[in-house]
């Protein structure tokens, strides 16, 4: 049975196992991002497969429900980590989700767009071979900075209309 007593962003939940939790206090940047990013992925995928399940009449199972639970308690506490690294995120209030700031948003972009998009398929090979190892993977970071990106939306937002 799921403990419904945890706090949102504060407790990792039991979804991850310890290696994970540590890498999340204390591992790399892009460990971090990578463990946010498998998370969500999962996440979005029980969604989906949910919304098929519901449109032909099959309920999903419960054990699959908790799983999305305990998924959501780890990502939400992933994501409040990578305060670690300059995100401003807000501690969240009893019983609320954490926020996913335009500082958070940007960092996640930041990095999504490094690995999905910007690394090689050489990149790819040394950083897997990093990962086995246990090597150092600070050279596997995007260039420039995140943090212009949420100073540009601000900006942007704020900016008055010239009608």
Known sequence: ??????QWGIDPGTFIMKKGVEILKSG????????????????????????LNHEIGMPM????ADDMIRAQYALEFAVM?????????????????????????A??????TYIQRDMTSEQWGELNALLETGG????FR???????A????VTTAVRPRND
């Open 136 to 139: 150092d993977l600070s050279k």
């Open 1 to 6: 049975m799921l403990n419904l007593h945890l």
């Open 28 to 51: 790399s940047e892009y460990g971090v991002y990578g463990i946010i990013d498998v998370l969500d992925r999962f996440i979005h995928n029980v969604k989906h497969a949910s919304q």
């Open 150 to 153: 949420v100073a540009q939306e």
């Open 61 to 64: 199972p419960i054990e699959v």
């Open 81 to 105: 980590q990578s305060r670690r690294f300059g995100v401003e995120i807000p501690d969240p209030k009893p019983g609320e989700h954490v926020d996913r700031t335009d500082s958070y948003k």
């Open 107 to 112: 960092w996640y972009e930041w990095w999504d």
């Open 142 to 148: 995007p260039s420039g900075d995140w943090k212009p």
